[in-house]
């Protein structure tokens, strides 16, 4: 399909809820075909016509319509249980997507339904703090704009960004281009890292959209990093909920330079080459070994504390191994666990440098332990990484 096709396409399916004069506009934007094609490339017409349903209007005849299948006692339960979270004044989003309340349907328990609509609550939050933001980004750039044109008019010269610089700015394409270039070396002669997506089934909708959340800072981390990995994301399959968000976050596959499959790594590497991080594993992994390729599990686990991802490297009869946490980190009140892409980016340091302590500087400060400033002064601290209580 050419792009002189795509805009009446797009016209007759996708703006005829719009009235004629909306429709005027929107073509009349279009002054040449490649903006048409980014346009309908983009995703805008589905951000478009994204139906919303007021949370307070949900009921049992709403549900029937947007879940079909759902059955009569689950329709009952659920929408007594909007009611109830309504009545209540409990957190719960103002508007709900089709696809979010299919979610909801979809969820076993009262717990999980409840803590889904917390969770969608404060999306929302964000959603609109980010736009509040964003708007008043924009007031201060026409406001800077405004004063550099009273500036020129009274012959002011001023050194500054946006001013008189010597400076170049640099475009988004240049450096989305330099990244390229980096990724494409990677895929040609750098190291291999797998990330096992095969664990969808067993995650809540909530772990899910963290898991994707988690997999596109992996994403954007490896390829700002100097030495990238070879990303290949394995066990992809399609019908993952998981698996099709993320898919919307990477460029076309031209673009990316990364292996997204349905295979299995067994199908891919060779068994002997493989190593996957559990926290569970029995042996704890010491040194960095260049040769081999580490698996880690694209796996959100926050309550159930399974050890799915050991008991799999096991089955499999792969080399399994922890990251050496309690040998160079003083750990605080909080749990030991680590998110995906954190682990991921303790591997790309290590890689790079060798260093255990500098690679576990990405753990969050919150879970590492404060000593006194006299316990330290007076040289009684293990070699570890610390916090030091200074007030």
Known sequence: MNAKMIL??????????????????????????????????????????????????????????????????????????IEFVIAKNRRFPERMTSDQLKSLCNLKTRTQRLEYLNFLFKKEKHKISDKAKKLEKMKERTSRKSELEYDVKNYSLEYGLGRNTMLLSIRTHAMNKFYKKRLANATLFGEKIVLDLSYDPFMTEKEKSACVTQLSLIYSANRKNRYPYDLHFCNAISSYMSVQKFQTFLPKSSESFVTLTEKSYLDIIPKEKLVYLSPHAKETLQEYDHNAVYVIGAFVDTVKRQKISFNKADSEEIKSYSLPLDDYVLWGAGTKSLTVNQVFEIMLIMKNTGDWKKAFGVIPTRKIRRLEKEQVEKQNVPDKIFLVNTS
């Open 8 to 81: 009446p396409l797009c016209i007759k399916n996708g703006f005829q809820k719009f009235n004629t004069q909306a429709s005027f506009k929107i073509k009349n934007a279009f002054n040449n075909h490649s903006n048409v094609f980014r346009f309908c490339t983009a995703s805008y017409c589905t951000q478009i016509f994204e139906k919303y349903y007021k949370t307070r209007d949900i009921n049992n005849q709403l549900l029937i319509e947007v879940v079909p299948d759902i059955m009569n006692d689950e329709k009952l339960t659920i929408s007594s249980e």
